[in-house]
């Protein structure tokens, strides 16, 4: 058994190639999938507050900032919608003239081959701002199921790349691959928000979208934090109902969950590095508290240390900015 003197493990941290040489992981562009904000209108484009540095767009906007985005390498966008109407049942989701719905085309227009994922959810199109249809107060399941489906369809119809349910109902992912098939689009994956943890570190988001739930909280949907046995549960209902790449949001307090996941599934792993998070690294940077490179780095690099293939984050385009072209 070599043990010191012998063995030194210091040898291989002595200068920067030595380190690089023997790196486990690294966060490349290829990884990156960049949130954004896309609100009805024309000539909008309004900083939020909370995430300095992230814009809600209109849709006008939109080819400019993507050309930016594509410019820098970043593979993909995640889009989410915020519609000038609201109401009972979130029909301006699927309405073919709808806010996402103008945003797809254009971005496909403006930069064809950048990868457009959607979020397929009803807060914040809805007026109660749940991820649901309200039934008694209640939200229901099943009544849910054919919107999803129905919101999946018309973003795939207008050229989204892939749907991604974020609402934490049973059975959506069988009921978008389901109504996908009929209508011919087989080709295209679903992204699944698989385990979901009604967590304090969305609280930006919902300025950001609009969406905070106007009775209640989300809990009788998203999954309680402390739990991790069900997100195996969970992560394994929707890779059964035909889920293509499973994601754990959020994932920095979720680290263990991601690791869990990876050692039990072998299905591609994505993260979402939150609103919350990213507020907390801005609010340290600004005040010179924290090195704001250094910090994100060492975080994604984490999440990808955790287990983690894809991450999204709204980092994406500062990171870019930093890392080596790959
Ligand atoms: C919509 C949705 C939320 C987020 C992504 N999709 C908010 C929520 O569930 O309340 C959060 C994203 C973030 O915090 O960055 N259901």
Redesign the pocket.
């Known amino acids: 058994m070599v043990v010191f003197p012998q063995l030194r493990l210091r040898r291989l941290r002595r200068t920067e190639p030595l380190r690089a040489l023997v790196r486990e992981n690294r966060v490349n562009i290829t990884d990156l999938v960049y949130?954004m904000f896309v609100i009805e209108g024309k000539d909008i484009k309004q900083e939020i507050a909370s995430m300095p540095g992230i814009f809600r767009f209109s849709p006008d906007q939109i080819p400019h900032e993507v050309e930016d985005i594509a410019r820098l390498r970043i593979p993909a966008i995640l889009l989410?919608g915020i519609p000038e109407q609201k109401d009972e049942v979130g029909s301006a989701a699927y309405h073919p003239e709808g806010v996402i719905q103008q945003a797809i085309r254009a971005i496909k227009q403006s930069v064809p081959e950048l990868l457009v994922v959607t979020?397929v959810?009803l807060?914040?199109y809805t007026s109660h701002g749940h991820?649901g249809i309200v039934a008694n107060g209640y939200v229901d399941n099943d009544q849910t199921l054919p919107l999803l489906a129905k919101i999946a369809l018309s973003h795939v119809e207008a050229g989204a790349d892939i749907v991604a349910p974020?609402?934490m109902m049973d059975g959506r992912v069988k009921a978008i691959r389901e109504a996908l098939d009929k209508e011919g689009f087989q080709h295209i994956p679903i992204l699944s928000?698989a385990a979901?943890y009604a967590s304090a570190?969305?609280g930006?988001?919902?300025e950001a979208?609009e969406?905070t739930p106007q009775f209640g909280d989300?809990r009788s949907y998203?999954m309680d934090p402390p739990n991790v046995r069900e997100a195996l549960r969970e992560v394994e209902q929707d890779i059964n109902e035909g889920a293509d790449i499973i994601m754990i949001?959020?994932a920095l307090a979720y680290l263990d969950v991601i690791r869990r996941v990876r050692d039990t599934f072998n299905c591609p792993l994505a993260a979402?590095n939150?609103?919350?998070e990213?507020a907390m690294v801005k609010a340290a940077t600004e005040r010179g508290w924290l090195d704001e490179k250094r910090i994100v780095i060492e975080t994604l690099t984490a999440i990808k240390r955790a287990g983690a293939d894809i991450i999204f984050t709204?980092h994406a385009k500062e990171v870019a900015q930093w890392l080596p072209a790959t």
């Open positions: 949130p989410f979020d959810c807060c914040e991820c974020s609402d928000y979901k570190f969305y930006p988001f919902r979208a969406s989300r998203q949001k959020p979402y939150v609103s919350g990213y709204y």
